[in-house]
């Protein structure tokens, strides 16, 4: 991504807008080789982030999904998900990455989205790297 360029800010500026228009916090920070967006409920009852680098169009990265446990199965995880991978699309990723402990319900929510192995996490033990094409989100 050239972060100086004027179709990339506007990306930018489209998702956050779209971000407030639902009600959400959203949060940006730039730094020299990636950028990070955190998007929040206005209570903190929810919260998740997306990240990605400049030199690497193709991918986003996703980590800090985290809803109350008094709103969970409310499929308010869901949709965050759906939001961050919809985020990544408008950015031109054709791929989400994440790692979560395969050992752990969130690595079978995550399956049921369409996330797959992808790679072992450095020298954490059961901790994986979960990838999804997102030529198939809707």
Do not use: P
Not at 52 to 65: G, K, M, N, P
Not at 66 to 94: F, H, M
């Amino acid at each position: 991504h050239d972060v100086t360029s004027k179709e990339y800010k506007n990306r930018i500026k489209l998702i956050m807008d779209a971000i407030h228009n639902i009600g959400f916090i959203a949060h940006i920070t730039q730094y020299d080789d990636w950028t990070s967006l955190t998007i929040m409920h206005n209570e903190g009852k929810f919260a998740c982030r997306i990240f990605w680098y400049h030199e690497d169009s193709d991918s986003i990265y996703l980590s800090d999904l985290s809803v109350n446990e008094d709103l969970r199965r409310r499929s308010i995880g869901t949709r965050l998900q759906r939001l961050r991978e919809k985020i990544g699309i408008k950015l031109g990723a054709t791929a989400a990455y994440l790692w979560v402990n395969k050992d752990s319900w969130q690595h079978d929510w995550y399956e049921r989205r369409g996330y797959v192995y992808y790679d072992d996490y450095y020298d954490e033990e059961n901790i994986v790297w979960m990838k999804k094409d997102l030529s198939c989100v809707n």
